[in-house]
């Protein structure tokens, strides 16, 4: 789908490059700029879109706990605690709602 947009884009600048419109002149410069900008924003749009490599969030040796959903206050918390172990994560959950 990038890649399609991309090959649009170079269409059109062929366009405009092979007929001059009507008070719009395109030198050597703007066309360069305009070509660095599309090759900047199509880098852009596949770092962000590309999928993650590693499917772990939290880094090595850490594990997370979930405290699942408690009523606090007349509305609902969650809290999940990352750590080195599960008994100092089950303490924190336990001091968050104490």
């Known amino acids: 789908m990038i890649i399609d947009y991309f090959l649009l884009i170079i269409a059109q600048l062929s366009i405009i490059k092979s007929h001059k419109l009507k008070g719009f002149s395109m030198n050597r410069y703007h066309r360069i700029a305009i070509e660095i900008t599309v090759l ?18 939290w880094s090595a040796g850490r594990i997370d706990v979930d405290s699942g959903m408690h009523e606090v206050m007349g ?18 959950i336990e001091a968050a709602f104490t």
């Open 40 to 57: 900047a924003a199509l880098v852009a749009a596949l770092y962000f879109f590309a999928p993650a490599k590693d499917e772990s969030v």
């Open 75 to 92: 509305t609902f918390a969650r809290v999940v605690a990352v750590a080195a172990d599960s008994n100092t994560a089950k303490g924190c």
